[in-house]
């Protein structure tokens, strides 16, 4: 009969057995470094977790084949079948935290992924909004400058064509040898240098080219649909855009026209209600470029359409940011238009026509800035 010895399976089992304490030791021991240098890394710790279960899972299995072996060598083989259930309920134990933590993590990384990726639009959005209070700011400083400009020549100029009048016809009937014609003549001149500061006061106007430029009008609609677009798909809205296929140049500023269509198309949005659909068209016509937003959704009752862009009146489709009085200024400010169309029941229009060459309307400027 031939025998082989099992010494030395029992010493690779062994030794095997140190070392992989030894090893899931020293890895959770990395693993724990690495957690301490950043304690708000989601995979440092996962990883600190992940070891700590294979360590225990190493330290249970291991201890357990050792135990094995040590009582087998004294003789006491008999007493293993008494510790093995425990050995093999803690293996499972650990089995059972490793998937545990693998699929919890797992599921805490996707939420950190959408967490960050909300910290990057809620930066784009502070960058949007830093930029466009500026926008803002500039055109209420031009605005200012303009009106205190026109009030100062309205008040001056009344009272400098009375002195500049009366003055006028004191010459007339003075004889030219008269000593104080000189002094009506000097007067005369100093009215005349106040005529020409209120010209100069009057000529003040906007300097929209500080935040206006060529722009092309797809892009910002289409900006601001993704913008409008998750609140659409959270209701089974569909919004469906029909851009002209070339660029439709206008003078404007993008901020303050993506906010307004955005507030539009977000006011559709709200009115409408499960499967309806906002139709977005870009066009050019005779009259400039032109948007068009159209929703199959409630619509408009014809008292409330009359009042619709009263700034002293509450209107609210259940939207919120921007009022439409604001979105009408906006249009304004950039020598547009802006009507709305609807019938209840059959949806809503609206209709924003922005002038192609801004540039050209520097005369008809100035009213859009008058106070």
């Not at 135990?67 to 259930?85: Q, V, Y």
């Not at 001056?156 to 003055?167: C, E, F, K, L, Q």
């Not at 439709?248 to 026209?257: D, E, K, Q, V």
């Not at 009259?287 to 009752?301: E, K, L, M």
Request: include cysteine.
């Amino acid at each position: 009969m031939i025998t082989i010895s099992m010494l030395p399976v029992w010493l690779l089992d062994f030794g095997g057995a140190i070392a992989l304490i030894i090893l899931s030791g020293l890895c959770l021991n990395h693993a724990y470094a690495f957690a301490r240098a950043d304690k708000e890394s989601p995979l440092a710790i996962f990883l600190l977790w992940f070891c700590g279960a294979i360590f225990a899972l190493a330290l249970s299995r291991s201890s357990g084949h050792i135990i094995k072996h040590l009582l087998t060598l004294s003789g006491r083989g008999d007493f293993w079948l008494i510790l093995a259930p425990y050995s093999g309920s803690i293996n499972s134990m650990a089995f059972i935290v490793i998937a545990s933590v693998t699929l919890f993590f797992n599921r805490v990384e996707t939420i950190m992924e959408r967490m960050i990726q909300d910290r990057e639009k809620i930066e784009k959005s502070g960058k949007e909004l830093f930029r466009l209070n500026k926008d803002i700011e500039a055109v209420i400083a031009e605005r200012t400058r303009a009106g205190m400009a026109l009030r100062i020549a309205h008040e001056v100029r009344n009272p400098v064509t009375i002195i500049g009048g009366m003055v006028r016809r004191l010459l007339n009937a003075y004889p030219p040898e008269e000593e104080g014609r000189l002094k009506l003549v000097h007067i005369l001149d100093q009215a005349r240098k106040l005529e020409n500061l209120v010209s100069k006061f009057e000529s003040v106007r906007p300097e929209a080219r500080k935040i206006f430029a060529p722009l092309d009008l797809n892009p910002i609609v289409m900006e601001a649909v993704e913008s409008v677009k998750e609140e659409a798909r959270h209701k089974d809205i569909s919004i469906l855009p029909a851009l002209y296929p070339t660029p439709l140049f206008f003078h404007g500023n993008s901020s303050l026209i993506k906010i307004a269509l955005a507030h539009l198309i977000r006011n559709s949005v709200h009115a409408c209600t499960k499967n309806n659909q906002i139709a977005i068209t870009t066009e050019m016509t005779a009259a400039g470029c032109q948007v068009t937003i159209t929703d199959d959704g409630p619509g408009i009752s014809k008292e409330m359409l009359e009042v619709i862009f009263d700034p002293y009146l509450r209107f609210n489709r259940q939207s919120t940011g921007l009022g439409l009085p604001y979105v009408k200024q906006i249009i304004n400010e950039h020598m547009g238009t802006v009507t709305v169309t609807s019938e209840q029941g059959m949806g809503t229009t609206v209709l924003i026509v922005l002038p192609t060459h801004l540039g050209e309307l520097t005369g008809a400027a100035g009213g859009t800035y008058a106070i």
